[in-house]
């Protein structure tokens, strides 16, 4: 298994997710100012360029909520997702994808200054929804699905802490906390060694 990874991107929350599952895999790291045959590969693989890239075999997974609900369901004993076909599962994969499909879309645009002319007709809408659905997602205590720390939290947790260290957004008590809590995870600790030196 080989994971195409740049401390300073989105591959850190696939880092993460692979610390936490404790899998064996090659550590491919890019570096997007040299041209070298690593950058070459990834290009061949992913047409996007972009990290995250899991090759597990004959097998290519890209996007951070792809490569960790993967992950989670290649290894279930490690217990990062909810059994497939439960009622928890609907849980599960709304907080796998509400995150990069439409929390963060809203948040980059806004950090950019920009907002869409038509949020109603915008996937994402605009930033006013996304954080009251940021609220009333977020857990006032244990995890997204309760006792049990799920992938869910992976995804859904590491885009909040990015967010609060960029200053994307100024977090509730609730919001911090959970993140709070995300950040005691020694996979965390051990996966995102420069953006603790950034928070702190």
Request: hydrophobic share 40%; proline share 6%; net charge negative.
């Amino acid at each position: 298994m080989k994971h195409y990874y740049n401390p300073m991107s989105r591959s850190v929350t696939t880092d993460w997710m692979l610390k936490e599952l404790d899998v064996q895999h090659q550590q491919i790291i890019i570096d997007f100012a040299v041209e070298d045959t690593n950058l070459s590969d990834l290009r061949k693989i992913n047409p996007m360029g972009k990290l995250p890239v899991l090759v597990d075999g004959e097998t290519v997974v890209t996007e951070v909520a792809a490569i960790c609900a993967y992950l989670a369901d290649k290894y279930p004993k490690k217990r990062l997702a909810p059994e497939i076909g439960s009622v928890e599962r609907a849980t599960y994969y709304r907080y796998l994808f509400i995150a990069g499909n439409t929390i963060e879309p809203a948040f980059s645009l806004a950090a950019s200054g920009f907002e869409h002319p038509e949020p109603v007709s915008a996937g994402w809408g605009d930033m006013t929804r996304a954080l009251a659905t940021v609220e009333a997602m977020t857990p006032e205590k244990g995890w997204a699905l309760g006792e049990q720390f799920t992938a869910a939290d992976v995804v859904f947790g590491a885009l909040l802490d990015f967010s609060m260290i960029f200053k994307w957004i100024d977090a509730s008590p609730k919001v911090a906390a959970y993140v709070s809590r995300i950040r005691q995870r020694p996979s965390y600790r051990e996966s995102h060694r420069t953006f603790i030196e950034m928070a702190d």
